[in-house]
């Protein structure tokens, strides 16, 4: 049972989507693919989508890809969130375009004149604005050698860009506050959810690769968290945006606040352990990865793939079932008990034929 109470924030609709008041916390991603291909930005989609992606944001560079964002629209399933730079003009052709969100970043965005016309127009379309601040694309924040008065920067320029919709009766308000540093973030996000109850959208920025990244976005994360704060989460890693998503799943999976459909529980192996279980263990998870419906689950279906027996089954009572290995064979059990023996290379296709069972 998790210890930690969510913060309550506003709640916001994202097309069909919606965040905040307590609502599950959304998971997201970003298209790498050229938006000026909008074929093959929908098929990068079509696989965030079949990895459980439930809000989708796209880079608009130009007039040209802004044109895109309704045949974008059209053909995918998700909410499709219109991620904007420099050119107010653009995100005006993708409100045009149908778009569920615009994020605008306040540092290069335009004048407060531009914001204002944006502003209008969101409203007539009834979309949310996401005031996205990123410490890297404001002026003066790494001049600060307090890591206090950088987060004070953030939560300025995000407070700033807010009355400024605030002004305008705007409250369909999504913020996030990110650096590239885990104790500039935390601090800012903490700072801004004791001033506004905005839905705050999760990320630490430029997280790094699929391994860096993750960790370095699951510590941030965690913290945050932990704290009650976030409303829908990104995790940014130089890689197939699939991956993000995937990353997402297992850091609020552990944090207990959403399923992936799987939890694998396995040990970290010593000389006790006689087969490969490394290569077992990713082939279930592969395996798995391929399964609809799993994340339909009313809580993850938790598997044990132990290396020996010594702790492997009071490791792994509470599994759902799983196996412990010994010697040219390895204990199936289910809730605790021996059911059976399995060879080493039936391992990974018993514990998927166990989870399609579990499912019926």
């Known amino acids: 049972m998790k210890f930690y109470k969510r913060s309550q924030t506003r709640k916001i609709n994202i097309g069909s989507v919606t965040i905040g008041e307590g609502t599950p916390i959304k998971i997201q991603s970003m298209t790498s693919a050229n938006s000026r291909d909008w074929k093959s930005t929908v098929k990068q989609i079509k696989q965030l989508e079949e990895a459980g992606c439930e809000l989708i944001r796209v880079s608009f560079p130009d007039m040209e890809s802004a044109m895109n964002a309704g045949k974008i629209k059209k053909h995918i399933k998700i909410p499709l969130i219109a991620d904007i730079h420099f050119d107010y003009r653009i995100a005006l052709e993708t409100i045009k375009q149908g778009v569920d969100k615009l994020r605008i970043n306040p540092g290069n965005i335009g004048s407060q004149d531009k914001l204002k016309i944006l502003i209008k127009e969101a409203k007539k ?19 600060f050698s307090d890591n206090f008065i950088r987060a004070k920067a953030l939560v300025n320029s995000a407070m700033e860009h807010i009355k400024i919709l605030e002004k305008h009766n705007f409250q369909d308000i999504v913020v996030s506050l990110k650096a590239s540093s885990i104790d500039v973030t935390v601090q800012a996000y903490k700072m801004f959810a ?26 941030g994360l965690g913290i945050m968290l932990y704290e009650g704060i976030g409303d829908t989460v990104r995790v940014s890693l130089t890689a197939d945006p699939v991956e993000e998503v995937k990353a997402a ?48 689950l009313s809580k993850p279906v938790k598997i044990a793939l132990m290396g020996c027996i010594v702790n492997g089954l009071g490791e792994a009572k509470d599994a759902d079932f799983g196996i412990a290995g010994g010697k040219n064979t390895g204990i199936l059990f289910k809730k605790g008990k021996i059911i059976g023996r399995v060879s080493p290379d039936k391992w990974a296709d018993k514990i998927i034929s166990m989870i399609k069972n579990y499912m019926t």
């Open 249 to 296: 799943y297992y850091i609020l999976q552990s944090m207990e606040l959403r399923n992936s459909g799987i939890e694998i529980v396995s040990c970290p192996m010593c000389s006790r352990c006689e087969f490969d279980l490394i290569k077992i263990v990713s082939e279930v998870e592969r395996k798995a990865s391929t399964m609809k419906n799993l994340r339909k």
């Open 125 to 143: 379309a009834h979309i949310p604005i996401r005031i996205g601040v990123n410490a890297g694309s404001l002026k003066g924040v790494y001049n």
């Open 194 to 219: 004791s001033k506004r109850n905005y839905p705050l959208h999760l990320g630490i920025t430029e997280a790094g690769s699929v391994f860096g990244g993750t960790i370095k976005s699951s510590a």
